[in-house]
Structure formats: structure tokens, C-alpha cells
């Protein structure tokens, strides 16, 4: 994440890290995640090996942001908001199914790589 007033290096270093995370789903998700190296992401995100580490750290630093994209792609902040105090049984039960149907909707490659 950025800052809203974020200077462009502060930008383009996101961007880096953005770059290496999709690598790295990618090929958590072909390969698995003990098959898949640093050398790989590296390669695959076009940039240097310690670039990875100087801006993500290790392949495990990598896995720990791909858990991050699972509760944004998931929405499961918004929808969090929705276990309340008051709500009854019911909804508490569809939030949650809600919450599980998304995460493995939009993020099947993330769960399979880290399962593997």
C-alpha cells in the first residue's frame, strides 16, 4: 500500500513489491511453494534477487503479503463488519460462508500454493 501523498520512489517501490508478490502467486501456484525459488520470482518479476529481499525479504515475507491479498481479494475486511453484537445466528452463519465463498473464488491459486 501507498501513502495517499506518497513520493514517486515511495510509488515505484510498491510497484516493485506488487510485481514480485503476482510473480510470486504465479508460481506458488504452478510450481508449489517448496519448488519455486527466489532465483525464480526474481526472474519472473524482471527485476534482481536482492531487490526481493531489500523489498519483500524472504520467499516466506512473500507468502506472509499472498495471505494480505487473501483478505483484500476476499473482501473479508467489509464483510467482518457484518458480525455484530446484534446480529443473529443466521447471518453470522451467511457472513461466514460469504467470507469462505470469496476466498476461494478469487484466491484458489494462493490457498493451493500454500497448501503445497
Known sequence: MTRPHATRRERQAAETRGEIVAAGRRLFAQQGYAKTSVVQIAHEA???VQ???DSVGSKAAIVRML???IDGEGEVPALTQEFTPTAGPRQLVTTAVRI???IVERCDDIL???VT
Open 100 to 102: 469462505s465463498r470469496n
Open 51 to 53: 531487490t526481493i529481499y
Open 112 to 114: 493451493t500454493a500454500v
Open 46 to 48: 524482471g527485476v534482481s
Open 67 to 69: 495471505n494480505d491479498l
